[in-house]
T-cell receptor, first 115, second 114 residues
Framework: DTGVSQNPRHKITKRGQNVTFRCDPISEHNRLYWYRQTLGQGPEFLTYFQNEAQLEKSRLLSDRFSAERPKGSFSTLEIQRTEQGDSAMYLC?????????????FGPGTRLTVL | AQKITQTQPGMFVQEKEAVTLDCTYDTSDPSYGLFWYKQPSSGEMIFLIYQGSYDQQNATEGRYSLNFQKARKSANLVISASQLGDSAMYFCAMREFYGQNFVFGPGTRLSVLP
């Protein structure tokens, strides 16, 4: 399978706990994106990386959220002191970053439930 | 301001019929790309079709075609010969070429009836 993978697929946590999600992009893709999707809504952009550099962050990404892509390959998204409002699907996408089209290909997502 | 509008929260279509899902967008960037994604109940976003703002012809990919009307800022998705497996959420998205992230619409839930 050469698509985008995300782990875990589901995470249930108690309010106040920290959680970390992992995304493995398609191997030759330079760009990696994180989105959040709540029920009945379209995905909302959180942040994106060009190789290991984090180039853009949404205002949605509060201080409790941090993302890394240390070697320009996989990425992690950490949420500290989770709140019930953090319950959502967290989607990762990757793209080549070398064409005008620059289609993003998405992983299956990590569904977070904060109790 | 909402950049992508999908006015149809839900649509029904009979199997083997064609269906059009509406999408209008708002941008002042002369260069942009428009995308349609399908999201089945499993949750994964599946890329369907792309239209660039300078493309002269409407994009087609198999049973999917994009009815691009630049002056009206609309990019409607047409699915021909609907199949039961087409039942899913469909999202229209835009990427402005001076930005890197996508802006998604609220989606349309398509149900294909046997």
């Amino acid at each position: 399978d050469t698509g985008v993978s995300q782990n875990p697929r589901h995470k249930i946590t108690k309010r106040g706990q920290n959680v970390t999600f992992r995304c493995d992009p398609i191997s030759e893709h330079n760009r990696l994106y994180w989105y959040r999707q709540t029920l009945g809504q379209g995905p909302e952009f959180l942040t994106y990386f060009q190789n290991e550099a984090q180039l853009e962050k949404s205002r949605l990404l509060s201080d409790r959220f941090s993302a890394e892509r240390p070697k320009g390959s996989f990425s992690t998204l950490e949420i500290q002191r989770t709140e019930q409002g953090d319950s959502a699907m967290y989607l990762c996408a990757s793209s080549l970053g070398t064409s005008d089209t620059d289609t993003q290909y998405f992983g299956p997502g990590t569904r977070l439930t904060v109790l | 301001a909402q950049k992508i509008t999908q006015t149809q929260p839900g649509m029904f279509v009979q199997e083997k019929e064609a269906v059009t899902l509406d999408c209008t967008y708002d941008t002042s960037d002369p260069s942009y790309g428009l995308f349609w994604y399908k999201q089945p109940s499993s949750g994964e976003m599946i890329f369907l079709i792309y239209q660039g703002s300078y493309d002269q012809q409407n994009a087609t990919e198999g049973r999917y075609s994009l009815n691009f009307q630049k002056a009206r800022k609309s990019a409607n998705l047409v699915i021909s010969a609907s199949q039961l497996g087409d039942s899913a959420m469909y999202f229209c998205a835009m990427r402005e070429f001076y930005g890197q992230n996508f802006v998604f619409g609220p989606g349309t839930r398509l149900s294909v009836l046997p």
